[in-house]
């Protein structure tokens, strides 16, 4: 997995939303940073990073996301970058797929996230 200089080069073709959700990888608690239709940036301490460091770079991750309102939902993902950012590492991922009906789940969250910033 490459490290980026800079992690949120502008290269992306959805629009990006600031939101803190808790995310669960291969069961290290993270969270986001902001979120996408197509991706969402971890947020995961720098002490913790080795622990998922391997699945970064060989496996399609799975994710579980706490949207509000309590609601969990599935998603796979794969890990585009991973930057160092002060005492913590940004991850940034490509949604890949939804488990069951999660992307819809997701879609209606990103909904309150436009009428909310625009």
Partial sequence: MAQTAQAGAENRRQRRYPAALD???RGLPLSTRNVSRSGLQLVCPSMSVRLISDDLETK?????????GGDTIEVNAQAMYVSPHDDEYLIGVKLVSFVESGQARFERYLETLLARFG
């Fill in 23 to 25: 995310v669960t990888v």
């Fill in 60 to 68: 399609p991750l799975t994710l579980c996301v706490l949207i509000p």
